[in-house]
């Protein structure tokens, strides 16, 4: 099957830390359209920097990096920045949310960076209203949605960080630890809507965790 078939295509990767020894090494990974893979991992084992080298912020010593079909290690900064915005949605393990920015202000965030993921949300209905859902989705009721980030809790946070990701229905979601701030209840009902949301727009998903009870 040709690279150009999958979301994501990884071919003889290798990546050293500065001034470290240790290598991160993968042969092959491949996750096509709509499909979800979950990598476990103990902390320090790499899967932060995997997932930093599929968005492009790192570059591969060797090997290559496919998305989309498309080679990031051949796009320039602005490129992969752009392309990033347009066709990834990554919940982050420090969430990186924006305090002054109100709940649904966050989650509308990508739309103003992304022409692609403003149409997508535009024609479900207009941005306000699809970021509304998403939170929804996400248990983050409409009493919420006009209040700082910052007083949510940080399990509250983490399901902004999330609708977020998803707002305007990028090609690929990238999860890191997402359901680190989740007790057990509260992470079974995020991961079956994470796992809805993604299904509906056809997203593939990418999901990194040291629990082997998120996957």
């Given at each position: 099957m040709s690279i150009s078939t999958f979301t994501v295509?990884?071919?003889c990767l290798r990546y050293a830390w500065p001034g470290a020894g240790e290598v991160l090494a993968v042969d092959s990974l491949t996750l096509?359209?709509?499909?979800?893979l979950f990598i476990k991992g103990a902390s320090g084992s790499g899967k932060s920097t995997l997932l930093s080298l599929v968005v492009g912020i790192l570059q591969a010593d060797s090997g290559s990096v496919s998305v989309l079909g498309q080679n990031l290690a051949k796009m320039n900064g602005r490129d992969r920045d752009r392309f990033r915005a347009d066709h990834m949605g990554v919940i982050f393990q420090q969430f990186n949310l924006l305090s002054y920015l109100s709940v649904v202000e966050n989650v509308m965030l990508p739309c103003r960076f992304s022409h692609r993921r403003r149409a997508n949300?535009?024609?479900k209905g207009g941005m306000e209203t699809e970021a509304r859902r998403l939170l929804e989705h996400l248990d983050i009721g409409p009493s919420l949605c006009r209040r700082p980030v910052s007083e949510l809790s940080v399990g509250q946070q983490q399901r902004v960080a999330a609708a977020r990701a998803l707002m305007g229905s990028p090609e690929l979601v990238i999860a890191d630890e997402p359901t680190s701030a989740l007790d057990a209840n509260r992470r079974n009902d995020f991961l079956r809507l994470l796992f809805q949301e993604c299904g509906e727009g056809n997203a593939s998903l990418l999901f990194v965790s040291?629990?082997?009870?998120?996957?």
């Open positions: 295509a990884i071919e096509g359209a709509g499909e979800r949300a535009e024609g040291h629990d082997h009870q998120a996957k």
